[in-house]
């Protein structure tokens, strides 16, 4: 039997299915596409997003391929400088496709051993009655079973409707046209239309291609109304038309990679778990790309799961730790839900909007203003509740130096671990789940801290009979 089935072979997938592999599970993705998609909503990694990758070693082989940029406070079209002293020794976002993302991460899964089956697509699962596995329909007639079950497969997602899981919101009230394409226009022209037009309408955008491919760009525009069916991409004559209506001009474009529409629907599952099936990314949450949120909230779904799932298949889990993802990250999404509901409102074009961006723009200009809203965007802000107690405790812990390097240079191997600034203190019984590291760094204000695998703080404090108490309800029994 197959230990966990991914439906789904897009980001979030591939990053479970790449935390799972550290941990050896068995780990099959299924993906119903034939060849990765060409499509790239996703253009960037947000600096938690960076600090995952470093904290697995990936970060190297993001910055080969992608540029680094730093705009504090990109909120509903708001762009200010990025705030001083930000929580995280890596203060930047990567401009990255989805499409090179998607490469990346697939590469890293097959080096782990995962398998990745294309064309597979599935129509149907069911949980058996002694809750001892997984059964999923294929297309074409097969059946495969699995010990657990992740769906990842969008915000369509058919593992959501088969499990009965509610998915309440808002639908769509306005709908954008997006798209990659070659453009004839003079590169300035297109600068100066862009600027003019998005003085008023900021919902319009035209950027050059974030791989460097010249000529080409990502361009965004209002769409006459919203389709009944989404599903069905624009022509390339509707997406010149919707151009000239807004920006009196088509730029000249030709020749697209790939055109799609979007909408501002807004929705998310009642449940991220049930029985022995979980949802993340898209599967578990919709909302407006405002704010380059989605994809990175689907990665660090991932990331949150992937090592309490890992617990649960190699049999060390405490009870209720599988619950805690849904316990954890449904507050999160319900938070960039919300987040990205108020960047609609100031997108608008109306005198309300327009007057309500002006001075959401002025309150940006004070720094911890600025710096608020800039960790909301890239997450470096979440902390989860893990009760009262020390500051550091449910945040995760930024990259800091230690005398031997830093400390994502020790998170590699996806677990837990005990950074001892005292000398005094053991995880024996742990020593297969939890490394204990006798360091010193200048920049933690703490004698010692208890780092989940996620990067999370679950304790901080300097006794050793405080420290037995939390190691169980994160990491299980001690053995030996």
Not at 48 to 71: H, K, P
Not at 297 to 310: C, P, S
Not at 319 to 324: A, N, Y
Not at 327 to 345: F, I
Request: with cysteine.
């Amino acid at each position: 039997m197959i230990d966990v089935i991914v439906v789904g072979g897009g980001p979030t997938g591939l990053m479970l299915a790449a935390e799972l592999r550290l941990h050896d599970v068995h780990v099959v993705v299924l993906e119903r596409l034939t060849e990765p998609t060409r499509q790239s909503r996703g253009r960037g990694l947000h600096a938690r997003s960076v600090e995952m990758m470093d904290q697995r070693g990936l970060l190297d082989r993001f910055l080969a391929v992608s540029e680094t940029f730093r705009v504090g406070g990109l909120f509903g079209g708001i762009m200010k400088p990025w705030p001083d002293r930000l929580d995280t020794a890596h203060p930047y976002g990567l401009a990255v496709s989805q499409q090179l993302t998607e490469r990346l991460l697939n590469e890293r899964v097959l080096e782990a051993g995962a398998e990745i089956r294309r064309d597979c697509e599935v129509v149907g699962l069911s949980q058996s009655a002694d809750d001892d596995g997984v059964t999923v329909e294929l297309a074409d007639g097969t059946h495969l079973r699995s010990r657990y079950l992740v769906g990842c497969d969008g915000g369509r997602s058919l593992v959501r409707k088969r499990l009965g899981v509610g998915f309440p919101g808002e639908p769509a009230k306005v709908e954008t046209l997006l798209g990659d394409m070659e453009a004839t226009e003079d590169p300035a022209t297109i600068a100066a239309v862009v600027e003019e037009v998005r003085k008023t309408q900021l919902r319009f955008g035209a950027i050059p291609d974030v791989d460097g491919n010249a000529g080409v760009y990502r361009i965004g525009v209002p769409a006459d109304g919203v389709a009944e069916d989404r599903t069905t991409p624009p022509t390339l004559e509707e997406f010149r038309q919707q151009l000239r209506a807004t920006a009196g001009t088509d730029f000249g474009v030709h020749s697209p990679r790939w055109l799609s529409r979007f909408g501002d629907a807004t929705r998310q599952a009642e449940r991220y778990r049930l029985g022995r099936v979980l949802l993340a990314g898209d599967a578990a949450h919709i909302h407006p790309p405002t704010g380059g949120q989605g994809l990175n909230l689907g990665i660090q779904d991932a990331f949150n799961l992937g090592w309490k799932l890992a617990a649960a298949v190699n049999g060390w889990a405490p009870d209720g730790l599988l619950d805690t993802y849904h316990a954890e990250r449904h507050p999160v999404g319900a938070a960039v839900l919300d987040n990205t509901r108020a960047q609609m409102t100031l997108l608008g074009t109306d005198p309300g909007a327009t007057a309500l961006r002006e001075l959401f723009s002025k309150l940006m200009d004070f720094e911890e203003v600025n710096r608020y809203v800039t960790g909301i965007i890239t997450a470096v802000d979440v902390r989860y509740d893990l009760g009262e107690g020390h500051e550091l405790l449910g945040r995760r812990l930024r990259n800091v130096a230690l005398k031997r390097g830093h400390l994502y240079e020790l998170m590699h191997g996806g677990r837990g671990l005990l950074l001892d600034q005292t000398g005094r203190l053991s995880v024996a019984g742990w020593a297969d789940r939890v490394d204990h590291v006798v360091d010193v760094s200048g920049e933690l204000d703490a004698p010692a801290v208890l780092v989940r695998p996620d990067g999370h703080v679950a304790w901080v404090g300097e006794d050793q009979q405080d420290l037995l108490g939390t190691l169980p309800q994160w990491f299980g029994a001690a053995v030996g």
